[in-house]
T-cell receptor, first 113, second 114 residues
Framework: EDQVTQSPEALRLQEGESSSLNCSYTVSGLRGLFWYRQDPGKGPEFLFTLYSAGEEKEKERLKATLTKKESFLHITAPKPEDSATYLC??????????????FGRGTQLTVWP | NAGVTQTPKFQVLKTGQSMTLQCAQDMNHNSMYWYRQDPGMGLRLIYYSASEGTTDKGEVPNGYNVSRLNKREFSLRLESAAPSQTSVYFC?????????????FGPGTRLLVL
């Protein structure tokens, strides 16, 4: 059974204190691993898609990395506006189920000044 | 581009009532999806449509029906609402370009079934 587990469930950081969020997955035939940001009362906002082990992508203070079993979302020198829930999802390479995503429960990040 | 739009934003239903959640995208994407999000759980796929004219069940399809009206619009219908269907519903559409996949989400419909 495909599973996505995110840790920690919640993380509080002081502004400028770098850290990492973890997403571990078990899926047969990984097609892609997705990171989203979700603000309260809003829909998920796309951040990155990673496709193969060793791949890295960056956007402002965020950097996502991928291994064969997990992905990390590194947050460098976070600011209060980075506070949000970060969601991880995977898609499997199974023909007609293209684009079907399996989501983790998310990590709620709070950055205080 | 408005992206993915959903109506209504909020809805309160009584048990047994029916309603249709509307979703539209203006990005010319082929694939569209309906998810529900419940506290303490990840987003779960209800139904999806890989292309115009096709629909398939996801993880939690019971109690729902869908219609892919055209390339832009994908609606979700609750025929007889139950309290267990209280949730936030998100519609999404997917772009595949140059081997890259990106799924864009709408703002959500918050549904309360009493």
């Amino acid at each position: 059974e495909d599973q996505v587990t995110q840790s920690p469930e919640a993380l509080r950081l002081q502004e400028g204190e770098s850290s990492s969020l973890n997403c571990s997955y078990t899926v047969s035939g990984l097609r892609g691993l997705f990171w989203y940001r979700q603000d309260p009362g809003k829909g998920p906002e796309f951040l990155f898609t990673l496709y193969s082990a060793g791949e890295e992508k960056e956007k402002e203070r965020l950097k996502a990395t991928l291994t064969k079993k997990e992905s990390f979302l590194h947050i460098t020198a976070p600011k209060p506006e980075d506070s949000a829930t970060y969601l991880c999802a995977v898609s499997a390479d199974r023909g007609s189920t293209l684009g079907r995503l399996y989501f983790g429960r998310g990590t709620q990040l709070t950055v205080w000044p | 581009n408005a992206g993915v739009t959903q109506t209504p934003k909020f809805q309160v239903l009584k048990t047994g009532q029916s309603m249709t959640l509307q979703c539209a995208q203006d990005m010319n994407h082929n694939s569209m999806y309906w998810y529900r999000q419940d506290p303490g759980m990840g987003l779960r796929l209800i139904y999806y449509s890989a292309s115009e004219g096709t629909t398939d069940k996801g993880e939690v399809p019971n109690g729902y029906n869908v219609s892919r009206l055209n390339k832009r619009e994908f609606s979700l219908r609750l025929e007889s609402a139950a309290p267990s269907q209280t949730s936030v519903y998100f519609c999404a559409s997917m772009l595949i370009e140059g081997g890259e996949e990106t799924q864009y989400f709408g703002p959500g419909t918050r549904l309360l079934v009493l």
